[in-house]
């Protein structure tokens, strides 16, 4: 299964943060309770000054507001809890519906192997209806060779938290094809499950085995080249090819790796030829056709 970079445990949906809804509403109802208490304290030793009168005044006038607040604290409490909740509860509707129609295949696995959850790709990708799929082990998916290892790979993001990795599996009808699966451990319903998220890699190994198979055409053809053909780098040679090794005298192109050019230039043209790489290598001129007199290994020049 596909893996997180972070380890750990995650929560399918992460708490929200800030003050609770209790907590917001307490803050509202103290606010509401001060203030009136100081309006009624004032208001009757205004008109009564400090008598009995004022006292039983003042008495039921907090008792009023102690009262309305406590109604006040509930009817706030219950109305952020319900725009919470509404907002919670829109966001698991995105984001189910953010699952449902992902490009990649989506499984949730409990600690035995078991397929719990999977996305619509998943049951489009390997033919199977979910009465297929759900409550099977997901080595199922796998193919045969590649089974073997998966209950390794289940204990390791079990004890990791995640893990990433590339397998090969099959559809129902027996179609293979190149994988790369991420995992990561998650919570839900007070069980941990292993989140899957696996993407078809066929284009992917495609290309890598086109590119593969360019470079080999490539160094076939500078390899039984019959011109002498040569890589410098870091002032060195860093490639050359049978038949340069053949024109210098060398027995072979790895005699010659890590030879300075001027070693292969006769000490007249070493001048000329320094000068013309310094060109090359600075830009100012793309190509060069010119001669000068070569140094073999046994010291004769041609």
Known sequence: ??????????????????????????????????????????????????????????????????????????????????????????????????????????????????????????????????????GVPVALLRAPEERARLPSVLELTLKDGHAMYETVHQTRDGRRFPVETSSRVIEEGGRRLVQGIVRDISERKSAQRALVQSEARFRAMVEQSISGIYVIQDSRFAYVNPRFAEIFGYGSPAEMIGLEPQALVAPRDRALVNANIARRLSGTARSLAYTFAGLRKDGSEF
């Open 1 to 134: 299964m596909d893996a997180s970079t972070q380890s750990g445990v995650a929560p399918v949906l992460a708490a929200g943060s800030g003050p609770s809804p209790r907590w917001q509403a307490a803050r509202l109802s103290l606010g509401y309770a001060g203030l009136a208490a100081v309006w009624i304290v004032g208001s009757d030793l205004a008109v009564f000054g400090v008598t009995t009168a004022s006292a039983e005044s003042v008495a039921k006038g907090l008792l009023f507001v102690a009262v309305t607040a406590g109604l006040l604290l509930l009817f706030i409490e219950r109305t952020i809890a319900r725009a919470l909740e509404a907002e919670q509860s829109s966001f698991e509707r995105s984001f189910d519906l953010l699952l449902l129609h992902a490009n990649d295949a989506i499984f949730l696995v409990d600690e035995a192997g078991r397929i719990v959850k999977a996305n619509r790709r998943a049951f489009e990708r390997y033919g199977y209806r979910k009465d297929q799929l759900i």
